[in-house]
Structures are given as structure tokens and as C-alpha cells.
């Protein structure tokens, strides 16, 4: 099945800066990989999401960078506020060739701290 | 606000007891997922449910149990608990429970501790 390592476990930034989030993935088949943000007492939200025909998407301050040869994708969040102190799971799942589904593998999380 | 209501919030109680989570769907979504999230770890697929009938199973323990009922909603039941059950359990809904097309909508969990 899918494996989904998610790097760092912790990151901490001054407002302003810029804040990236790394992930990797095992399943080549996989082509689908979202990306949620999880506030204290919340479910989780998606944030972005980018399918594996394209390598690059950009929303306002967050963009997700895709590498399918070697396999891992990128959070990259610009200009950082403090609202978007969170933690942040990367998730890949694959596009099922007959019935069935198959699930979102998600990484372990990122807590980001965005220092005023 | 997602649309996806947990209940309860918080729940306390003693190993080898049974508790049941509730979970609403937001309105027009016919799937379910329970996912759990332990301490240091990622969100963890338990099930999935599609109008009714149960669609995947992931790493859920036979003490585990869920259904969906005709309205919607679904039931996580957690019986003979032990320390080890304490963690937030997530419920998601999505329109057609295709995850690879589907976006997932997080209820706000219940925060589970067995004590």
C-alpha cells in the first residue's frame, strides 16, 4: 500500500517569511495529493490540492510543487501570518482502474508556528 | 464551518467500557470516513461508508464498529476500550466517496481518553 513520510514534524518562522513542507510518497500509481490544514479544535480543511498532470498550482499565498519522478510534493506557503499557525497533513491516493476506492494515505502532520 | 457535526466533543471514560461516536454529514454528501489521530501520528483510516452500505475498510479493530443509517448519519462504536483507544476520532463526508475526486469535509472529532 501507499506510504506517505511527511517533513518536518515542527516548523517554526518569523511572520513574513516563507514556510515549505515536504512530503514523499511510495505508490507511483498515485495521483491525487491534497493537502489539509488542521486548526486547534477543528477538522481538517483542504487547503490545495494537485493532480499528478500538472506540477505546479498556486492559490494566493500557498502553492504545491509535484516531482513525480522522484516522487514528492512540496507545500510552499509565502509572506506567512500568524493565522497560519496550524498543523498541515499531506495526503496521496490513486485513481481506482475498476470498482472500488482507495483511500487517502495521509502524512503525520506538520505544526507550523508562525511567530508574530 | 464545514457542515460535518461530531458528537459529543470530549469524552472520558474507563477501560473496557463502550462508547459511540455520532457523526452528521454535511447536507447532499452520501459518504462517511472515520478516520483516527492518535498522539504524534497522521490521521488513520478506519471505514467508509456510501449511502448506507459499508465501501472500504482500512486498519480498524474487530473491537471497532460502525454503521451509517437510512438519514445519513453514522455511528463509530468503540467497545472493550483500552488505554491505548485514546485519541480524536474524525468523521469526513463527501458527495460520491471517490477520495482520488472527492474533496473530504472534516467534523470538528471527538477527543476520546480512556482512563
Known amino acids: 500500500g501507499e506510504n506517505v513520510e511527511q517533513h518536518p514534524s515542527t516548523l517554526s518562522v518569523q511572520e513574513g517569511d516563507s514556510a515549505v513542507i515536504k512530503c514523499t510518497y511510495s505508490?507511483?500509481?498515485?495521483?491525487?495529493f491534497p493537502w489539509y490544514k488542521q486548526e486547534l479544535g477543528k477538522g481538517s480543511q483542504l487547503i490545495i490540492d494537485i493532480r499528478s498532470n500538472v506540477g505546479e498550482k498556486k492559490d494566493q499565498r500557498i502553492a504545491v510543487t509535484l516531482n513525480k519522478t522522484a516522487k514528492h510534493f512540496s507545500l510552499h506557503i509565502t509572506e506567512t501570518q500568524p493565522e497560519d499557525s496550524a498543523v498541515y497533513f499531506c495526503a496521496a491516493t490513486r485513481t481506482p482502474s475498476g470498482a472500488g476506492s482507495y483511500q487517502l494515505t495521509f502524512g503525520k502532520g506538520t505544526k507550523l508556528s508562525v511567530i508574530p | 464551518d464545514s457542515g460535518v457535526t461530531q458528537t459529543p466533543k470530549h469524552l472520558i471514560t474507563a477501560t473496557g467500557q463502550r462508547v459511540t461516536l455520532r457523526c452528521s454529514p454535511r447536507?447532499?454528501?452520501?459518504?462517511v470516513y472515520w478516520y483516527q489521530q492518535s498522539l504524534d501520528q497522521g490521521l488513520q483510516f478506519l471505514i467508509q461508508?456510501?449511502?448506507?452500505?459499508?465501501?472500504a475498510k482500512g486498519n480498524i479493530l474487530e473491537r471497532f464498529s460502525a454503521q451509517q443509517f437510512p438519514d445519513l448519519h453514522s455511528e463509530l462504536n468503540l467497545s472493550s476500550l483500552e488505554l491505548g483507544d485514546s485519541a480524536l476520532y474524525f468523521c469526513?463526508?463527501?458527495?460520491?466517496?471517490?477520495?482520488?475526486?472527492?474533496?473530504?469535509?472534516f467534523g470538528p472529532g471527538t477527543r476520546l481518553t480512556v482512563l
Open positions: 469526513a463526508s463527501s458527495v460520491t466517496g471517490q477520495p482520488s475526486t472527492d474533496t473530504q469535509y
Open positions: 461508508y456510501y449511502n448506507g452500505e459499508e465501501r
Open positions: 505508490d507511483s500509481a498515485s495521483n491525487y
Open positions: 447536507s447532499g454528501d452520501l459518504s
